[in-house]
C-alpha cells in the first residue's frame, strides 16, 4: 500500500500542476500524510533545475503552513483525544512534567525533526499538545524546513542527476550526524 502511494506521489512530478501538488503534499506531509515532499522535489528539480529554488521555496511554505495545522491538531483535539487516555492509564502528571521538559528544549527537538528523517508531523502535534510558543514553533519549523529543502534544491541544481541516489539514500543520515554532533557539542562545552 505504502508502495502505491508512493508512485502515486510520484506520478505528479510530470504533470502540469506539479508545483501545486508538491505544495499541497508539504502542507499535508507536516500533519498526517507519510509520504515526504523529498520524494516528489526530486524528480521536479531534475526535469527543471532552473526551477529549482522555486520548488525549495514551495515546499518550504507548504511544509511550515502544514506545521501550523498540525500544532492546531496537537492544540485542539488533545483534550477531546489524548487527555481522556492519559487520564485513563494515570499518566496525567507524567505528562505535566514531559511538557516542561518539552517546551523547555522544544526548539531543538523542531530543529532535528525538520532536518532529519524523523517524522516532523510528531513534533508538530507534539508541540501543539504541549503548547509550545507558536511563533517559536514557526520560527524553528522554518529555519529547519528551508535549511533541508534548500540544501536539496542546491545540490540537485549543482550536480543534477548524479546526485539523486545520495540525496535519496543518505541525505538524511548526514543531516542526522550532524544533529548528533551538534548537539554532543553543546553538551561537551555545558560540561566543560
Excluded at 58 to 64: D, F, H, M, N, Y
Aim: contains cysteine.
Amino acid at each position: 500500500m505504502l508502495r502505491k502511494l508512493y508512485d502515486w506521489t510520484l506520478s505528479f512530478s510530470d504533470s502540469r500542476y506539479a508545483l501545486l501538488a508538491l505544495g499541497f503534499i508539504a502542507f499535508i506531509e507536516s500533519s498526517v500524510f507519510p509520504i515526504p515532499p523529498h520524494v516528489l522535489m526530486i524528480p521536479i528539480i531534475i526535469a527543471s533545475p532552473n526551477r529549482a529554488f522555486l520548488v525549495a521555496t514551495i515546499v518550504t511554505l507548504g511544509s511550515v503552513s502544514g506545521g501550523a495545522l498540525g500544532y492546531f491538531i496537537g492544540a485542539q483535539l488533545f483534550d477531546t483525544l489524548g487527555q481522556p487516555i492519559l487520564e485513563f492509564y494515570h499518566k496525567t502528571e507524567n505528562f505535566e512534567a514531559f511538557k516542561i521538559r518539552f517546551n523547555a528544549q522544544g526548539h531543538w527537538a523542531v530543529l532535528i525533526a525538520g532536518l532529519t528523517p524523523f517524522p516532523y508531523k510528531v513534533i508538530t502535534i507534539t508541540s501543539g499538545v504541549t503548547g509550545m510558543n507558536f511563533a517559536a514553533f514557526m520560527l524553528w519549523s522554518l529555519i529547519a524546513r528551508a535549511t533541508i529543502f534548500f540544501v536539496i534544491a542546491g545540490l540537485l541544481w549543482k550536480f543534477g542527476l548524479p546526485i539523486r541516489d545520495f540525496i535519496e539514500k543518505r541525505l538524511g543520515l548526514m543531516f542526522t550526524l550532524f544533529c548528533i554532533l551538534l548537539l554532543g557539542g553543546f553538551i561537551l562545552v555545558k560540561l566543560l
